[in-house]
């Protein structure tokens, strides 16, 4: 009895990979569908619309649900220091001398500290941005009112497609396409060095990722493909999760930079670089900056090697802003390729909160949303202009992506939630400050109170 | 985020922080999560210094608060004199000198000054000069606060020459120092009630 059962039992699981394999895999590896995914998102987005019109029905009389889908508790003031402190020294004439300091000065800074301590903008950008309605997740469900039956019961299925369903076959997807990954790199890394090994590889590697990509539901749309980042350069994006590489490399071979892992991580990481050359340093590497810009600029100057792919801000950020970039990459001198990735909150949370979740339960709730569906644009290629330092230069590309990706563009940096502030930021609005009060002349200052 | 009322019971003295301080129920309950979220040690309270270090403690975590030039002195308006932690209550009575002024609010003579009332306001900023809490801004603390917001931009001549000319403008009785009538008389033409009130949304 127990010899049929577990024979049962293979059979199953064997009908169960040839299918995934013949409806999923073999289409994800030569890049055509079978229209089963499509059909998917066609039903889940008509049953999302179908529940936001019910709640905003039910909410309607009780007026409770919220016009704007902000996460802020205040609003702020936009004012510029000059302009406010000049509304706040309108009421008295400006003093000859003695500089142009009133005691409502303080009016200003006061506001702003009280504004940063209700709320302040860093902060801010590490939770998960909220939804303008519900999207029959339990995660997102924050409260919890009876509507109808119906929404109940749509919600209950979708519980149940979600985790019994959903769920493996994206486990067992995953899976896949990582033992692919390895696999598929190892095995092309002991070929020669023939034109034919750089073909195999990269469509060893775009496979894989296409695999790992159905293995989220990921509906991904790319614009501007013209623009799409050319050997010998460098890619930019905005970074939300470790998905994003996922999402990018569906779409073209990059070479990876980072640092050396152990454990899974590392026997990946050691595949990949045998097929093609990724750069990854030692630990101890990445503290010497001349050292990783000098790798970096070799692999950059040689033309046969995929661009790289660099996430500058460093930390992942929830997607509703980009954080300060750092100069690193932008010092090396070549050809920026600026990506802005944009996810669609409604299907799944794309963003990794590392502080709260792990990478293992992070994809578990990856896998565990209705999909991933996002927006990537490729923008024109930027150079460093004449007289343009790399700080400027950064500033300008994350402007353009953060415009690109309707992202609000903050100039903090997203590193230092964890660290202190440096003191060259007080000190510009120390600096600022000063010159509302003594001008920026200060020889004439002190003369004319001389003259008193 | 919930807004239900059942999870505002949670917090303790919810409602009379609601009735003392004009808050509504949803405000109470994101500020609790703000002061939670400043609350590192999850103490329920949150500290003024570090011990061994001297540095800013819970309040440190605000990167804004650290290159504000006055921030120092924002945060000890938090602590009461001698204090070194401050609760949840005492979290939301500050900040609710914030809240805007409700112009047509009648209140009869029994009632204490609300908090966001206009004289409250302007005591709230007087102190951010008299750190001593003596009543009195003296010359010394204006120079103090001076220092803070002007930094290493100034000589210290500038400086002298700032805060004697302010106090010239201010001190009426000729104490050499600025007390909070003198104060409140300087800024009379000020509308402070819109200069030192912060939007609180739904």
Redesign the interface.
């Known amino acids: 009895m127990e010899g049929d059962f577990w024979a049962a039992a293979i059979w199953a699981l064997e009908i169960w990979l040839y299918l995934i394999i013949s409806t999923i895999m073999i289409p994800a590896m030569f890049g055509f569908s079978l229209g089963i995914s499509e059909t998917y998102m066609t039903i889940l987005v008509q049953t999302l619309e179908w529940a936001t019109l019910k709640i905003q029905k039910a909410n309607a009389d009780e007026r409770?649900l919220?016009s704007s889908p902000?996460n802020?508790?205040?609003?702020r003031e936009d004012g510029s220091m000059e302009k406010?402190l000049e509304?706040?020294r309108r009421?008295?004439p400006k003093?000859p001398?003695?500089?142009d300091?009133?005691?409502?000065?303080?009016?200003?800074?006061?506001?702003?500290?009280?504004?940063?301590?209700?709320?302040?903008?860093?902060?801010q950008r590490f939770s998960s941005e909220?939804l303008v309605s519900w999207n029959l997740l339990t995660r997102t469900n924050?409260?919890f009112q009876y509507i109808s039956l119906k929404l109940t019961l749509v919600y209950g299925l979708g519980i149940f497609v979600r985790y019994c369903i959903l769920a493996p076959l994206r486990i067992t997807l995953a899976c896949i396409g990582l033992t692919w990954l390895v696999i598929g790199t190892s095995a092309v890394g002991l070929l020669p060095n023939w034109r034919i090994k750089f073909w195999l590889s990269e469509w060893v590697h775009v496979m894989c990722y296409r695999i790992c990509a159905r293995g989220l539901s990921a509906t991904i749309r790319y614009h501007n493909r013209e623009n799409k980042p050319k050997k010998g350069g460098i890619c930019v994006a905005n970074h939300t999760s470790p998905i994003d590489i996922v999402i990018l490399c569906n779409d073209g071979c990059y070479a990876m930079v980072g640092q050396v892992h152990g454990g899974l991580m590392g026997v990946i990481q050691r595949a990949m670089v045998r097929s093609c050359p990724h750069v990854w340093f030692e630990r101890a590497e990445m503290k010497d900056r001349h050292l990783v810009t000098k790798r970096l600029k070799d692999h950059v100057n040689d033309k046969t090697k995929l661009p790289i792919l660099i996430f500058p801000e460093g930390t992942c950020v929830n997607n509703t802003s980009v954080m300060m970039f750092k100069k690193g990459s932008f010092e090396i001198g070549a050809t920026i390729y600026p990506v802005a990735i944009k996810y669609d909150l409604k299907f799944g949370d794309a963003f990794w909160n590392s502080s709260k979740y792990s990478m293992v339960s992070y994809l578990l709730r990856m896998m565990t949303s209705w999909a991933l569906v996002c927006n990537v644009w490729y923008l024109p290629a930027m150079h460093q202009q004449e007289g343009e330092d790399a700080v400027q230069f950064a500033n300008r590309v994350k402007s353009a992506i953060a415009h690109r990706g309707g992202l609000v563009d903050l100039q903090?940096d997203g590193g230092?939630k964890r660290a202190?502030?440096k003191e060259s930021?007080?000190?510009?609005?120390?600096?600022q400050?000063?010159?509302m009060?003594?001008g920026d002349d200060?020889s004439s200052?002190?003369l004319s109170?001389l003259t008193v | 985020m919930g807004s239900s009322n059942s999870s505002v019971n949670n917090i303790p003295n919810a409602q009379e922080l609601m009735q003392e301080t004009g808050f509504s129920a949803a405000h109470i309950l994101r500020l609790h999560e703000r002061f939670e979220f400043l609350d590192k040690h999850k103490c329920g309270q949150l500290r003024l210094v570090d011990r061994p270090t001297n540095q800013p403690q819970d309040f440190g975590a605000v990167q804004e608060l650290a290159l504000n030039p006055i921030g120092d002195s924002i945060i000890s308006a938090f602590f009461s004199p001698g204090q070194e932690t401050v609760d949840f209550a005492s979290f939301v009575r500050i900040l609710a000198h914030f809240r805007p002024t409700d112009r047509n609010q009648s209140r009869d003579g029994a009632q204490q000054e609300p908090a966001n009332s206009s004289i409250r306001k302007l005591k709230f900023a007087f102190q951010m000069y008299d750190q001593d809490r003596d009543g009195k801004i003296s010359r010394a603390e204006l120079l103090q606060v001076l220092r803070a917001m002007l930094g290493i931009q100034v000589t210290e001549e500038q400086l002298q020459s700032i805060a004697e000319r302010a106090i010239q403008e201010a001190d009426l009785d000729r104490d050499d120092a600025i007390s909070f009538d003198e104060f409140r008389k300087s800024l009379e033409k000020v509308d402070i009630d819109h200069k030192m009130s912060i939007r609180f949304l739904r």
Request: aromatic share 14%; glycine share 6%.
């Open positions: 409770t919220k902000s802020g508790l205040i609003q406010e509304e706040l009421s008295r003093p001398v003695g500089g300091f009133t005691l409502s000065d303080c009016f200003y800074f006061t506001r702003r500290g009280i504004e940063s301590i209700v709320e302040d903008e860093v902060t909220e924050n409260d903090w230092l202190k502030v930021f007080k000190e510009q609005q120390q600096k400050y000063s010159s009060v003594v200060s200052f002190f109170s």
